[in-house]
């Protein structure tokens, strides 16, 4: 009794002295992973009864959990939960009955900021493609998927337009629009910030490289009505993106815009040698390709980063 009372005693002053864990990490998407800076000796710290968790926005939601894993040398617990885990939001974890007073210890777990803008940049490419999982954009996208340099080409520009009109968009959102009361232009908005932007590529490019602006030829102009770059700056009003977070959203869906116009453009180069019935040729053929492609996109759809 003497062994366990001191045991509980030294397991409550390290956790009061910010000792006791060492680490906070999110595993799986269901997981939570405590690292100890001793191992753990008092078996309340791993007793599903001890802990409360839950997402720090919303304190009255708690999470269920379903097990505590101890490593072998009982200085990592593994917390798995029913549902998998909002990681995007930080969680809070409670630890009661480690004192004699009953008090919970509280500490939190996040991910690091630049592990959740790149989550955002990949999510943005792969796992939710605005091409291939969205099916936005795609006049631009069949009509400069022909060849590999004007997909490049367009790619770049594409990008470039997106990460300058959302940066405008968000500055002009959350400095001008909310604080006047003037959420409700917000489409009219994006729409001039975006064709502002377009504007400057097109001068720029028609001076530097008037050999890749002719091969882009009207859609080079449609980029200010396309859908992915209207998103973008929709997305970052509606979900409350800070400025970072917005920059690596359109930076994704460039990059994942730029990606999906080089595949196509290297397949339909290939398929012009292919022999096909006079019915498939041009468009039709397109069309199978982007539906075969959006198929493998869908294996993404399970990732989380």
């Not at 379903?66 to 040398?73: K, W």
């Not at 690596?248 to 990059?255: E, I, R, V, W």
């Not at 290939?270 to 498939?280: G, N, T, Y």
Request: glycine share 6%; hydrophobic share 55%.
């Amino acid at each position: 009794m003497v062994v366990a009372l001191s045991s509980t005693l030294l397991a409550f002053n390290l956790f009061a002295a910010n000792n006791l864990v060492a680490k906070t990490e999110f595993g799986e998407a269901n997981e939570i992973i405590l690292t100890f800076a001793n191992p753990v000796s008092d078996e309340r710290l791993v007793s599903l009864n001890s802990y409360t968790v839950f997402e720090e926005p919303d304190p009255d939601i708690r999470l269920e959990l379903v097990n505590i894993t101890l490593n072998a040398d009982k200085t990592e617990a593994t917390l798995e939960f029913g549902e998998p885990l909002n990681q995007a939001e930080a969680h809070m974890v409670s630890v009661r009955g480690l004192s004699s007073s009953e008090a919970a210890m509280s500490f939190q777990v996040k991910k690091s900021y630049l592990g959740y803008l790149i989550s955002i940049l990949i999510t943005a490419m792969l796992i939710k493609n605005f091409v291939f999982t969205k099916y936005l954009g795609l006049c631009v996208f069949m009509g400069t998927s022909k060849r590999k340099e004007t997909a490049k080409g367009m790619g770049l520009v594409f990008s470039i337009v997106m990460v300058i009109a959302t940066a405008m968009s968000w500055v002009f959102y959350n400095w001008f629009m909310i604080p006047y009361k003037l959420t409700f232009l917000q489409i009219v908005v994006f729409i001039g910030l975006v064709a502002l932007s377009v504007q400057a590529v097109d001068t720029i490019l028609r001076k530097v490289n008037p050999v890749l602006f002719s091969s882009f030829g009207i859609f080079l102009v449609l980029i200010t009505t396309n859908c992915v770059v209207i998103a973008v700056p929709l997305m970052l009003a509606k979900d409350g993106y800070g400025f970072w977070e917005s920059i690596m959203l359109a930076l994704g869906a460039g990059t994942g815009f730029m990606l999906a116009l080089y595949l196509m453009a290297a397949v339909r180069e290939r398929l012009e040698l292919a022999l096909m019935p006079e019915s498939f040729k041009g468009l039709p053929i397109a069309f199978i390709l982007a539906g075969q492609f959006a198929m493998a996109f869908l294996g993404f759809s399970g990732m989380s980063i």
